[in-house]
């Protein structure tokens, strides 16, 4: 969802207060494989190589977006995406204009002639369809996002519960999930969950009935989306409105790789989170930490805690979104700490689409996919300059330079006598490590170098 500027704030309170211990004992083995075994076909590697993220706010109104992605899939493919992640797919209240997260008929996906179109803002229930099935045919993962905390557009009834009238009366035109004001907070069941959004009716996962078609029965809208779109993973909006066990329940009945927007700075909480819900989280901590090291100008900052130092393999990791874009010196910077880091990265549309280079990023996540892999070890970090290491075979060692100089520095890598190249192409240099591993690497100025064996 949209934030409203508060939640910045508090954003950047949690980053100043929870910079806890240092912890980059992280004996994890190769990228992750997030899915345990699930019945979805395409879903058993997502996770093993880079998201995209495949919308922006307030992208082109007029139902032309799923066509605009389908005619990018086989691109995204090529460069070493594995899965998209795609704006909410179904009617919201504000119809052909909004972004989906005002949810009102979750089983109408531009086919039903309300809220003000057929369609929704990105088109058709059949562009939908097509492109779910050109994103398959590239062996893409579709990554549906799921907003359940509230809904939007209900007609006014008389609410028992408030004793006002409410706006809670849910007639979808696709006669599936009515709801009325004892599916909504508060009801007979209790008065209040973990949060609202907004002034948004609130739903009521207690509720058996709203569980039953939120993800139980066969034609739920965990199962329809699945079976029936093909939808093979879950992106679910504002997860601080409701309590893990949601994710955790949903994602049990169908599989599925499965991230949370859990929007909050602090590493103990994000991690709480992806344990009760047992799912992944994206990492807001990786964010607010790469935000002080690249516009902040200290590259110290990237030894602090992040979700990813926690548990890699339920970290999605990202530079900006279709909520928050806030780094913007040495933004090539984070996207190459993120893909050569562990954790899965997601990359934003419009950074690889229109803002960055995209020879840069595609770069960057073919070095992803072949090199970056085993656990880091940060070899030097200062304001302006960082060295790490991935442990795998063959391993990296990345050098980030937010200084406007040319730097040079003597680092101990796992190669002995071996030649070694920079993989960006940024320095011509193609030194032998020593016997004891040491090399001296260089990296360009406002850039970086990644090097692995020639
Ligand atoms: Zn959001
Ligand atoms: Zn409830
Ligand atoms: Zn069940
Ligand atoms: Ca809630």
């Known amino acids: 969802m949209k934030k409203m500027n508060f939640l910045f704030i508090v954003g950047l309170l949690a980053v100043l207060v929870s910079c806890s211990s240092d ?3 992280n004996p ?4 992750n494989n997030e899915t345990e075994a699930t019945s979805l076909s395409l879903t058993t590697s997502t996770g093993s190589k880079v998201m995209m993220q495949a919308f922006y706010w307030d992208v082109p109104a007029g139902g032309t977006w799923w066509n605009t992605v389908s005619s990018k899939v086989q691109d995204w493919s090529n460069a070493g995406i594995d899965a998209i992640w795609l704006p909410p797919v179904s009617k919201a209240q504000n119809g052909p204009f909004s ?4 949810p009102f008929d979750y089983f109408d996906f531009g086919e039903y002639n309300q809220m003000g179109s057929t369609e929704t803002r990105f088109g058709s229930r059949q562009e939908l369809e097509s492109l779910i099935q050109n994103a398959h045919q590239e062996n893409l993962a579709v990554i549906a996002d799921i907003v359940i905390n509230h809904n939007s557009g209900g007609d006014l009834e008389s609410n028992t519960y ?3 009238d409410t706006y809670t009366d849910f ?3 696709s006669g599936m999930f009515y709801r009325s004001a004892t599916d909504f907070h508060p009801n007979d069941t209790h008065s209040n969950d973990s949060g609202v959004f907004g002034g948004y009716p609130d739903l009521c996962h207690d509720k058996s009935y709203v569980q039953d078609w939120l993800w139980e029965q066969s034609n739920s809208v965990a199962k329809y989306y699945k079976n029936t779109l093909g939808i093979d993973g879950w992106r679910f909006d504002y997860v601080k409105g409701y309590e893990p066990w949601v994710v955790n329940a949903w994602v049990n009945e169908v599989g599925g790789f499965a991230v949370g927007e859990y929007w909050d700075a602090n590493v103990n909480l994000l991690e709480n989170w992806t344990n009760n819900a047992k799912a992944s989280a994206f990492d807001f901590a990786c964010y607010y930490r790469m935000k002080d090291a690249f516009d902040g100008n200290d590259l110290t900052r ?3 805690d ?3 130092k926690r548990n890699p393999m339920r970290a999605v990791t990202f530079v900006s979104n279709h909520d928050t874009n806030e780094i913007y ?3 090539m910077l984070a996207y190459a700490y993120i893909l050569t880091h562990e954790g899965y990265p997601c990359i934003f549309y419009q950074d690889y689409e229109t803002w960055l280079d995209k020879n840069k990023l595609n770069n960057l996540i073919w070095i992803h996919n072949n090199k970056a892999g085993g656990s880091i070890t940060i070899l030097h970090a200062d304001q302006d300059e960082y060295v790490a290491k991935r442990n795998g075979s063959p391993g990296l060692v990345v050098y980030l330079n937010n200084s406007n100089n040319w730097q040079e520095r003597w680092v101990q890598t796992n190669w002995n006598n071996t030649q070694i190249k920079d993989y960006t192409g940024n320095s011509t240099w193609e030194p032998y490590t020593q016997a004891n591993g040491w090399v001296k690497l260089q990296a360009p100025p406002n850039s970086y170098s990644i090097w692995s064996t020639k």
């Open 329 to 331: 010196n040495g933004k």
């Open 302 to 304: 990237l030894q602090d």
């Open 162 to 164: 408030t004793g006002t």
């Open 23 to 25: 912890d980059f004992e």
């Open 28 to 31: 994890s083995a190769e990228k």
């Open 306 to 308: 992040m979700l990813w």
């Open 171 to 173: 007639n979808p035109d």
């Open 99 to 102: 972004m989906g997260y005002d």
